[in-house]
């Protein structure tokens, strides 16, 4: 185990984990990896040896006894049923949850590293509807990742050292406001004043949340802050599944998010012939956000903010219906990994030199 601790950031979400660190060279380095994790070894499948899409790891459970755990980065014919539901809430305090962090952490290159990690929560998780703290939460879940995982392919397992919870949608306001420049390898942290005078109204997209975050003059107001649950990708997919089920029953969540992206669908795997399902993949979108769209639109009125910002992974495939129901939302730069990005230079910026805002 090496002494230098690695500052990483993941935004661990129900569809899929989006990270990212400062590279060699000083620049910010992204990883991707779907939310795909099954209970037990690939060995009741076959030989993980023998497919590279595949890793184990054992960790203890809750009574100190060895439970063993697979990650996917896409799947086989019939594993989709084995892959563990990660569409509710229990699942950010599992050791389902704590194996896939730290999966993502050795695809992130930091086998047998000491990481901070700031990692991210949906902001009725974060916060109670009080506006307080939800401390013992956020406290269960940090001590709940940094317990060990040990990879099953002989690599050096990663101790996290530290972890920094932050709120989703106020994550990807910060992925704005705070600036990093690689200067010949050196980072520099400054602030873009542009984004502290200003009423802003954060809508985040994820996979099984979308979270509105209040930003006053630089503060999150706590109280006006809310989560919308099952209103995700997650909730598209089984939509999308449920209406090309008379087609193809194996359909898992890797081929419906193609499906969603392009529009296109093989109803026969002995054909190449593709149908055209654009149709129905906007209108199980529509059936999905439309609703929680303009519960936002009523609860929270456009015109009493500066700026209407989206962020996350889903505005890539729903971007043009949120356009439609919102006109005002500027969409930001990397929707995908804005709560990851805003994580990192949160902690990064914690860690920069008060005196030239140098990163050391």
């Known amino acids: 185990m090496k002494d230098e601790r690695i500052i990483a950031s993941i935004d661990d979400g129900h569809h899929n984990g989006k990270g990212q660190l400062i590279g060699k060279g000083g620049d910010v380095t992204s990883f991707i990896s779907p939310t795909l994790i099954m209970h037990g070894a690939y060995s009741s499948f076959g030989s993980a040896s023998q497919n590279p899409d595949v890793a184990e790891f054992k960790t203890a459970n809750a009574d100190g006894q060895d439970e063993y755990f697979t990650v996917f980065q896409r799947l086989r014919y019939g594993e989709a049923e084995h892959m563990i539901d990660t569409q509710n809430q229990d699942y950010l305090l599992s050791e389902a949850n704590r194996v896939f962090v730290h999966s993502m952490l050795h695809r992130m290159g930091l086998s047998g590293q000491k990481v901070e990690l700031v990692t991210t929560l949906p902001i009725r998780r974060y916060f109670k509807k009080s506006g307080n703290l939800d401390q013992d939460y956020i406290d269960a879940r940090n001590e709940n990742l940094k317990k060990s995982v040990i990879p099953m392919n002989g690599d050096e397992p990663v101790e996290i050292v530290s972890v920094t919870q932050m709120p989703e949608s106020f994550v990807s306001y910060l992925s704005l406001l705070i ?17 502290l005078n200003k009423d802003i109204l954060i809508l985040d997209f994820g996979g099984q949340t979308l979270d509105v975050g209040v930003v006053s003059r630089g503060q999150l107001q706590t109280k006006k802050c809310e989560t919308f649950e099952g209103v995700g990708m997650l909730a598209v997919n089984e939509l999308l599944a449920d209406e090309l089920r008379s087609y193809r029953k194996n359909l898992d969540r890797l081929e419906l998010d193609n499906i969603i992206s392009t529009g296109k669908f093989r109803p026969s795997k002995q054909s190449d012939a593709e149908h055209d399902v654009s149709n129905i993949v906007q209108s199980c979108i529509n059936e999905v956000y439309t609703n929680g769209i303009e519960k936002i639109k009523a609860r929270f009125p456009m015109h009493d903010f500066h700026l209407i910002l989206g962020a996350g992974g889903p505005l890539v495939s729903i971007s043009h219906l949120v356009k439609q129901l919102i006109p005002e939302i500027q969409i930001v730069e990397d929707p995908l990994m804005s709560n990851s990005n805003g994580g990192l ?16």
Not at 346 to 360: M, N, P, R, V
């Open 179 to 195: 600036k990093y420049q690689n200067n010949k390898g050196q980072g520099r942290i400054s602030i873009d004043s542009e984004y």
């Open 345 to 360: 230079k949160y902690l990064l910026k914690k860690k920069a030199k008060a005196s030239d805002s140098e990163i050391a």
